[in-house]
């Protein structure tokens, strides 16, 4: 029997008077799918919200780090990427290795804000990397933006080395590491959707020949975004149009990306294996019946 002591310090393991707690697993599928809705609704609240008075639509989804409520709401979203690719194992330690550096490049969007003050107005409150001052009527007005990390002798991509550089660097690192995920990690052999014939030979599945159509648009469209985002130059601070063309191309990649991780995650039955189906009904465990080990996502 467990002194008091042992028993506050390292559980108790008399099995027949306590019930010992079941492990929680890891269920990959199910945090993809959180994700791609986190990466497909962001630019959409971020476009409804941003067009309320008395705020503007920003030029770019990195400018609305300036807005308020809706700034924090852009860092938190990005930290929930950021921490997932973290977790994110991958097929490989190559796809491991990768999303952790896609993990750190998404950090490094929600800290490292653009140079511009976007739709900051008389609303604006302060923010890292930003000063400002005092206004008329007790308003805030932003002053020019001051950059702690700012190297001015040293340039990079045409313009002197500081936060924004690095925002530009995280957010190319970031989607181009998604669009490889999509165009070869997932559309690879990784145990799921492949039928073994009896002569030896190998098959698709209809459900993995789906998912590998749908993460060929997804790669394609995220690299071609990347393309194109540098053919409209430097933004402005804030717009009255409609559909702000850096914002529409970023909001297109997020859709592909989303989408991609959506189908990823199995959200959709059309797109499961029968295995996946199984494992979507729930299951009741008795007290002494061990829980299978958490499967990892494929």
Same mark, same amino acid.
């Given at each position: ?94 796809? #491991?290795?990768? +999303?952790?550096?896609? @993990?750190?490049? &998404?950090?490094? %969007? /929600?800290?490292?804000?653009?140079? =511009? ?75 799921? #959707?492949?039928? +073994?014939?009896?002569? @030896?030979?190998? &098959?698709?599945? %209809? /459900?993995?020949?789906?998912?590998? =159509? ?85």
């Amino acid at each position: 029997m467990q002194s008091p002591i042992d028993t506050l310090l390292k559980g108790q393991l008399d099995s027949r008077t306590f019930r010992q707690p079941d492990p929680i697993p890891l269920r990959q599928k199910q945090l993809a799918v959180y994700v791609g809705l986190v990466a497909f609704c962001l630019p959409v609240v971020l476009y409804i919200g941003t067009g309320i008075a008395p705020f503007c639509r920003p030029s770019s989804i990195s400018h609305s780090y300036y807005v308020p409520f809706f700034g924090p709401l852009f860092i938190a979203a990005m930290g929930f990427i950021a921490v997932f690719l973290f977790c994110f194992p991958g097929h490989s330690k190559a796809d #491991g290795r990768l +999303a952790t550096l896609a @993990g750190a490049a &998404a950090l490094g %969007v /929600a800290l490292f804000p653009t140079a =511009r003050d976007g739709c900051a107005l008389r609303h604006y409150t302060g923010q890292v990397f930003v000063t400002y001052r005092e206004g008329p009527e007790g308003s805030t007005v932003p002053e020019l933006f001051y950059d702690y990390l700012l190297f001015p002798d040293v340039t990079l991509l045409g313009q002197p080395f500081g936060t924004q550089v690095i925002h530009f660097l995280c957010a190319g690192i970031l989607f181009a590491i998604l669009g490889f995920f999509s165009l070869w990690s997932f559309r690879r052999n990784n145990g799921e #959707g492949v039928i +073994a014939h009896p002569d @030896g030979s190998y &098959a698709m599945s %209809v /459900a993995k020949r789906r998912r590998n =159509r749908i993460y060929t648009l997804c790669g394609l469209v995220i690299f071609a975004c990347m393309a194109l985002l540098p053919l409209f130059g430097q933004t402005g601070d804030g717009v009255d149009t409609a559909l702000p063309p850096v914002f529409v191309i970023e909001s297109v990649a997020l859709f592909a990306f989303g989408l991609s991780w959506v189908v990823k995650g199995r959200l959709l039955p059309l797109l499961r294996e029968p295995e996946d189906r199984a494992l979507a009904r729930p299951v009741r465990t008795g007290w002494r019946k061990a829980t299978p080990p958490p499967r990892s996502i494929r």
